[in-house]
């Protein structure tokens, strides 16, 4: 069938949904001399951070890449270490996302993480789930490739039970199945600490996004770094595949 076209979204200055590739933890405790671990601390302030920076610029969702499906294959005890700065950041933050209305989601294999970092997930995203002003969503044992599977196969199982017609095939059908399924697709992706890589992250949902790369090391990111990415995004046309002129007639006719 043919591929349906995109159109385009109405054009704002602030994007809607920002998704952020949090890197550099690891070199920013080495050029201080401190322990990986130490970066993962620093790391998470900047999370809480950047949180509420984004809801204050006028971010209305913000995802974050906190533990890639790949992440696994690092060494056992920084794995154990980054777990517990995650049940450690739930336990915490749990009131603070209550009273300033946050609400929580996840995306990604999270029946894999450990039993207190699930349960403290469930906790939060059970005590959050009203909320509807601005959504924190936190992509933990999350891969595309991997996403992308469970995907297809949740898609073959409809269409074997007669739920799906095969004929039927379209992206928004296929999109039902994806973890991200009822979010909006990211606007701009931002990626912290120079790398110019998408790591396996959204990479269906940005297909469209406009992406932001950026020098400064995730625990040195602050609010004005994200209203710099967000500034940059708001001088730039997205244009779905159209050309100027389609976008803006208007500008077109002066």
């Known amino acids: 069938m043919p591929h349906a076209s995109k159109a385009p979204a109405e054009r704002t200055a602030v994007p809607r949904h920002v998704a952020i590739i949090m890197d550099g933890n690891g070199r920013w405790a080495r050029q201080r001399g401190l322990p990986r671990i130490e970066g993962h601390r620093r790391g998470v302030e900047t999370v809480r951070t950047v949180t509420f920076a984004a809801r204050d610029l006028g971010v209305k969702m913000l995802t974050l890449y906190a533990f890639s499906a790949e992440n696994w ?38 029946e894999d993480l450990p039993a207190g970092v699930r349960r403290h997930l469930a906790a939060t995203v059970e005590a959050t789930k009203a909320f509807t002003d601005y959504t924190l969503v936190l992509a933990l044992n999350y ?5 992308a599977a469970d995907a297809a196969r949740g898609y073959a199982a409809a269409v074997c039970s007669g739920s799906q017609k095969l004929d039927d095939a379209s992206w928004e059908a296929f999109a039902r199945h994806l973890y991200t399924s009822g979010m909006p697709d990211p606007d701009l992706v931002i990626r912290t600490s120079g790398e110019t890589r998408v790591s396996n992250f959204l990479l269906l949902q940005a297909a469209y996004a406009e992406f932001f790369f950026t020098p400064v090391l995730w625990p040195d990111f602050t609010k004005a770094d994200l209203a710099a990415a967000i500034a940059d995004y708001a001088r730039r046309e997205r244009r779905y595949g159209l050309t100027s002129e389609q976008v803006n007639p208007a500008a077109a006719a002066e």
């Open 143 to 147: 891969g595309s490739r991997t996403e």
């Open 73 to 110: 294959n690092r060494p056992k005890d920084e794995v154990g270490a980054l777990m517990g700065l995650l049940e450690l950041y739930l336990r915490k933050e749990l009131r603070t996302f209550v009273r300033d209305r946050v609400r929580l989601m996840t995306i990604g294999r999270t």
